[in-house]
């Protein structure tokens, strides 16, 4: 008992010196922020209530409470009613976040404000993505980025419109796994095999073909796994060191060796042309996929497969979800699915070209309305690395330029942006393409970002989408909703539907 008092007693000042440095750092701090605050002309902006300033304990309680309750987009909601504001600033593990509904700061982090902000600090500065995927195009800022961004770019411009033909292989797979007798069938799971196919072929020149073979759907599967651990890997931040996965890691192990079968064989294939053989399909076609495209550039395998690797991550669960969310809307709008229906059938019996679906107006418009309410991705995320300002958020009308200093995290987040009454209306939160006849939204409607880091797959996500909803609709003349749960987000790699999109189909 002594001896415990006496160490106590030893060990105060340690403390209460601690303590001081401590209080004197944080007012240094402070008075930092705020002069710099005051050099940018920016106003005070509001704080998230909570009552642990320190750490933000209990606004990352209830953050991770959500998330394991499926409660993810309310809680967006209520954190900003909350904070009464739509900018806000919170405390998460000691680092200042700072969070924003406004499409002007959005643009502004995207594009004017551009070299101010990056993604590597929060993607790989902790180690949490080192070893999967690496610093690919969407995990590097400056030449890195850019070196990879040349590199992958090419392939979407010309994909995103030319391969409706290689497309509707896959869609007429995915149209005979379709009941034609009204039996419930979830449409989720199986745009996910529909995808895990089209992107093996797209990709990597062959297709694992997972509609006709469902024990090849692993990848998939394993990537569900693989960006789970990454998101919480993420959120860590600066305590990843206490983290440990060996599941996770397993599950990494296993989509690189999925990957490097292909690369190995692209690099055969790339030595055999020297040799005067031509790389073909089975089809004759000479191979013009993503991978053999880059293969030729990239000599290291290592650095071939991290590129790989960030494409191959939005490969999965991204159009198949906008598809299965698209389907879900039209489902309970049966007068959308009619209307719709007679517009794909004016097209008749024509050869279904890229331009005649990018004619279609009504098309577009459903697909823009699924966007808009169900965003695959919510949120852009940056570290800002350049003390700046944002255009707006501050003062007491909230509209004043707010200052962002170095180190903060900035979030922009388009699931409310894309609800806000005060640009879409009163009807905001319902699902009615006609809308899209009048407004203009720019940057209030970002589903694929914006600016020189826009998704570069964003046209050929929206030609697929549209492809496979008119091939649908040629087919089936309704399509029921049966079961009657409302559109609750798990996430996964971006929000997915934890009800699936249950449905029955009327032939046509
Ligand atoms: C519904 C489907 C999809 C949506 C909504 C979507 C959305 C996005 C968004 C919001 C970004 C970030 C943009 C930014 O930081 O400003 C992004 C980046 C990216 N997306 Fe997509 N995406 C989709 C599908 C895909 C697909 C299928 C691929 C590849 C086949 C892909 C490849 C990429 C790449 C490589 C980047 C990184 C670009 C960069 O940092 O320069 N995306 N996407």
């Avoid at 869609?171 to 007798?181: A, N, Q, S, Y």
């Avoid at 996500?461 to 649908?472: A, K, L, N």
Wanted: glycine fraction near 6%.
């Amino acid at each position: 008992m002594i001896f415990t008092t006496s160490l106590l007693f030893s060990g105060l000042p340690i403390f209460a010196l601690t303590l001081i440095v401590w209080i004197g750092h944080a007012c240094f701090k402070y008075h930092q922020y705020e002069r710099m605050r005051v050099q940018f002309g920016c106003s005070p902006f509001k704080h998230y209530p909570s009552w642990d300033r320190i750490l933000g304990l209990d606004y990352v309680y209830d953050m991770v409470k959500a998330i394991k309750e499926n409660r993810f987009l309310e809680f967006q909601k209520e954190t900003y009613s909350a904070s009464g504001a739509k900018v806000w600033r919170a405390n998460f593990l000691g680092n200042r976040m700072i969070y924003s509904s406004e499409s002007e700061n959005m643009k502004a982090v995207s594009t004017s404000h551009g070299d101010c902000f990056a993604v590597e600090p929060i993607r790989v500065g902790n180690g949490a993505i080192t070893p999967f995927p690496g610093r690919g195009v969407s995990s590097s800022d400056g030449a890195k980025w850019q070196a990879s961004r040349d590199l992958v770019k090419p392939y979407f411009d010309r994909a995103g419109y030319s391969n409706l033909q290689r497309l509707s292989q896959h869609v007429d797979r995915l149209l005979d796994k379709i009941p034609k007798d009204g039996s419930v069938i979830d449409m989720q799971p199986l745009f996910q095999r529909w995808f895990l196919d089209t992107s093996t072929d797209f990709l990597f020149g062959e297709t694992v073909n997972s509609l006709d073979k469902p024990e090849n759907q692993w990848p998939f599967r394993d990537m569900i796994a693989v960006m789970a651990g990454l998101r919480l890997r993420l959120q860590l931040s600066s305590f990843l060191f206490l983290h440990r996965d060996p599941e996770w890691l397993a599950a990494c192990k296993r989509i690189h060796v999925f990957l490097d079968t292909y690369i190995e064989k692209a690099y055969k294939q790339l030595e055999d042309e020297k040799n005067g053989m031509q790389a073909t399909y089975a089809s004759g076609e000479a191979r013009n996929d993503f991978l053999w495209t880059i293969a030729r550039q990239v000599p290291d395998k290592l650095e071939l497969r991290t590129q790989l690797t960030a494409v191959w991550i939005p490969s999965n669960e991204t159009t198949s979800i906008l598809m299965s969310n698209t389907l879900f809307a039209l489902a309970r709008h049966p007068e959308v699915v009619q209307k719709l229906r007679k517009e794909i059938l004016k097209y008749g019996d024509k050869l279904l070209t890229f331009e005649g679906l990018r004619s279609i107006d009504y098309l577009r418009w459903i697909i823009n309305e699924s966007h808009r309410l169900y965003p695959v991705s919510l949120q852009t995320v940056r570290a800002c690395v350049k003390n700046t300002s944002l255009p707006t958020g501050g003062g007491t009308h909230g509209k004043a330029p707010i200052f962002c200093a170095k180190g903060d995290i900035v979030h922009c987040n388009r699931y409310l942006m894309h609800r806000d009454p005060d640009f879409w209306g009163s009807d905001a939160e319902i699902f009615r393409p006609e809308r899209w006849a009048e407004v203009r939204p720019l940057w209030n409607f970002v589903p694929f970002g914006g600016g020189p880091r826009i998704c570069p797959a964003h046209v050929m996500v929206d030609t697929e989408c549209s492809y496979t909803i008119f091939r649908i609709l040629q087919n089936f003349k309704a399509i029921e909703p049966r079961d009657d749960e409302p559109y609750t987000a798990v996430m996964r790699v971006g929000p997915s539907n934890k009800n699936g999109c249950k449905l029955s189909f009327v032939p046509a």
